[in-house]
């Protein structure tokens, strides 16, 4: 697209400046003549480019408006292009890196080897272990809703498998150690939020809201991970766990630390359900001792019976 060319156009000159047109036609992929019209495109749009005659002539963008790229501090690149997981890929936009393509193109020689280094020294992997794939299709056509202030009618199965129809006013997505949510604002105005993995349809309607004025997105998210999620996590149990057992409860479910010695650790953990506490609690056999309360060690005691019992027949 002619956009995208003229701003790839306007980073080469800031990398290097002036550049003969034939390097810029080969770099691009295009013309000459091309290359020369973009500049005139440039030149109308206000960006200070114009060629220059003679043996060191060429393509040139002034001094004064290739400076501001060149203002990156070290602290400032490597926030930028630190490798990470792109949890955008979700929502169907795959132009983050290309953008960060283009600017590392722009950038000095010296600065573009600091991000380099900083990709390959730094990774950071915002999805948790085991995250199972997200409805890519239901991102992208609740990212279009959001983007354009429309209604969507969700199909969406509850914790308990029930499936229900819903109209909601989409007002913001987000996205939690790898899981995706909608943020929206359901008929009687309450703003609820809705797990992507769980929609099973969306069809966006004709209908357009008004965003609520003081709605903030972050602030909001804030305010609900801030309290403790009653229909998710409803059950406690306490839990004592050798070694690093831990780590198949810690990224899943909330927890407190109790107690810990030589020999283990003991926590506070909540649940979705006593029935997926159980099968949490089989899954880790000895590595993970039950404390309380007294129907939860009965249940897993149960459990292991049925389990035995099957096995043995």
Known sequence: MKSERLVSLMLLLQARSPRSARDLAR????????VYRD???????????YAERGP????????GYRQAIAQFSTDELHALFVAAADPLADL???????????????LPDLQRRAAEKAGQRILLDHNRWYRSEQPAHILASLRRAVWDDRAVLLTYRDRNGALTTREIDPLGLISKAGVWYVAAR?????????????IEHVEELRRQFSRPADFDLHGFWLNATSKPDHENCAYEATLRFEGDATESIMPYFPAEAIEQDASGKTYRVRFP???????HVMMLGKRAQVVGPDDFRSAVVARARELLAILSG
């Open 27 to 34: 770099t691009l992929e295009v013309s000459m003549r091309t």
């Open 39 to 49: 500049v005139d495109a440039l030149s109308t749009t206000g960006v200070p480019v």
């Open 56 to 63: 060191n002539g060429g393509i040139t963008l002034s001094d």
């Open 92 to 106: 169907g936009i795959a132009a983050h890196e290309r953008a960060l393509h283009k600017i590392r193109g722009a």
């Open 186 to 198: 359901i008929p009687n105005g309450e703003l609820r939020t809705f797990r992507a993995e769980r």
């Open 273 to 279: 359900s006593q029935d997926a506490a159980v099968g």
